[in-house]
């Protein structure tokens, strides 16, 4: 629609031009330009009479979106910023579309999008203010809604999750509320028969309570990210209903008890994140059927000493693996043959014991980070680990490892080696902050040449040899 009004402007711009021209007193070819003229004219009223019958946002509804957007702002006069049809020429963030009634084919419009917190230029959302309210009006008078989106619009007044009705979210595909301390209130009330969402992101909030089982609801998901909230408990066994579930992050949050061994039939999951809760007992081996899986994130939990998952052999799509701050024990197994695709590596604080494989800088030829720091590894620093092309970071601090380090020294920013004074470096290394005053390396024996002096043996061997050259030149010079 706004479209064709550029459309009509252009058009009448255009008409006003023609008429300046054919009046002048320099006119030329008049027959033509009327004709022309006269063409621009029809496709003008054409144009304006096809706008007209476009239909336009009821105003009952546009009344309800500027009062939906003074209770984010009230500083703000929205109803003089927008005076025209919402629709036509709308705030940014309000996105309306066309709905086509089956029966009777009449054409409406309504709003499908509101997303609200200024993130950036790009998306200059309507701006909240400190005060900002979350209106009734949202859950209960959009009947079309698609996406409802906040960013960090409930920062310091309490805003508490309304009472959302059974019939709301029947077109709902997108909510998310990111960085809104202020809204609080239980999950429990959040979440509904939202059959058409694909997206569930409620991070950085005051959500609490546990995850009721209605989530495995919502059959159409496909991320449910609930990170950096207040949400506790075991999780919910329905999560392993969703079968489109494509990404999964309950990180930072109080959940604890096992993994429940379901989350393995998440089989389409490309990211698992778990990490920063309570999690407890063993890691579930049912993980080993996430084949598509990319990042794996099980960091800073409570998962016992049962080692490093074998399993994780068998996941030959792994990009990220974090398995830091879980006391696993045990030594780091050989099982990154089929894992070259992993980029980094997140293995700090596992109470790790042995050698670090040889293997791993075999394999992993894409590794940008590897982090193995306080753990009780020991032994030398593969040469292979020196070979790595992509590296970034490599952090081995607080270990009992020995012998020389086989970096060159152009990744000497990207290591920290701190906390093993059996490491030695070359000459050509300086002591820097991030790995210590190593020690200095033993010169190696370099053997010197060995002169045939000294010897009866060569003393023999040099004589017998002059001799022979002695009589050869005699006998030339006598024969010649």
């Not at 990154?336 to 040889?358: D, K, Q």
Request: hydrophobic share 40%.
């Amino acid at each position: 629609m706004a479209r064709r009004q550029q459309i009509d402007r252009n058009s009448s711009s255009s008409s006003f031009a023609l008429l300046s021209f054919i009046f002048s007193p320099s006119r030329t070819m008049t027959v033509l330009l009327k004709r022309v003229l006269f063409f621009s004219l029809v496709s003008t009223l054409l144009t304006i009479s096809l706008q007209q019958e476009q239909p336009v946002l009821n105003s009952a509804e546009q009344d309800l979106v500027y009062r939906v957007l003074s209770s984010i702002n009230p500083a703000v006069p929205w109803r003089s910023l927008f005076p025209d049809y919402l629709c036509s020429y709308p705030p940014h963030g309000v996105v309306c579309d066309y709905f086509t009634d089956p029966n009777t084919k009449n054409v409406t419009v309504h709003v499908t999008e509101l997303s609200f917190g200024y993130v950036s230029d790009f998306t200059p959302n309507p701006p909240c203010s400190p005060n900002s309210t979350f209106s009734p009006l949202l859950v209960t008078s959009f009947k079309q809604l698609r996406k409802l989106f906040f960013y960090q619009c409930f920062t310091e007044t309490p805003v508490f999750i309304p009472k959302i009705p059974t019939t709301f979210g029947s077109s709902l595909e997108e909510f998310v509320f990111i960085n809104n301390p202020a809204f609080v209130g239980p999950i429990s009330g959040i979440i509904r028969n939202f059959t058409s969402l694909r997206r569930l992101v409620l991070t950085g909030n005051g959500i609490y309570g546990s995850l009721p089982d209605a989530i495995g609801d919502l059959v159409n998901v496909e991320e449910i990210t609930l990170s950096r909230n207040k949400l506790s408990g075991n999780v919910s066994v329905g999560l392993s209903k969703l079968k489109k579930l494509k990404v999964l992050d309950l990180s930072d949050n109080g959940f604890n008890g096992n993994v429940p061994c379901s989350v393995g039939n998440l089989t389409e999951l490309l990211k698992l994140d778990l990490s920063s809760n309570g999690f407890s007992g063993k890691i579930p081996e049912s993980l080993s059927n996430l084949q598509a899986l990319e990042l794996l994130d099980l960091s800073f939990n409570s998962f016992g000493n049962f080692g490093v998952p074998l399993f994780l052999a068998g996941m030959p799509r792994l990009k990220e693996v974090h398995l830091s701050g879980n006391l696993l024990g045990g030594e780091i197994p050989e099982i990154w043959e089929n894992l070259g695709g992993i980029l980094g590596i997140g293995f700090s604080n596992m109470g790790l014991v042995g050698e670090i494989p040889a293997s791993m800088g075999v394999h992993l030829r894409n590794m940008c980070y590897l982090s193995l720091d306080n753990n009780k590894l020991q032994g030398k620093v593969p040469k292979e680990l020196g070979n790595l092309e992509f590296v970034k970071s490599i952090n081995l601090e607080n270990n009992n490892l020995s012998g020389r380090i086989p970096f060159s020294a152009k990744v000497g920013e990207k290591l920290r080696l701190k906390g093993n004074p059996e490491l030695c470096a070359d000459e050509k290394w300086s002591h820097g902050k991030n790995f210590g005053e190593l020690k200095k390396c033993c010169k190696p024996d370099i053997s010197k040449p060995v002169f045939f002096i000294g010897t009866s043996h060569s003393r023999m061997l040099s004589s017998s040899s002059f001799l022979v050259l002695l009589l050869i030149w005699a006998l030339f010079i006598v024969y010649v």
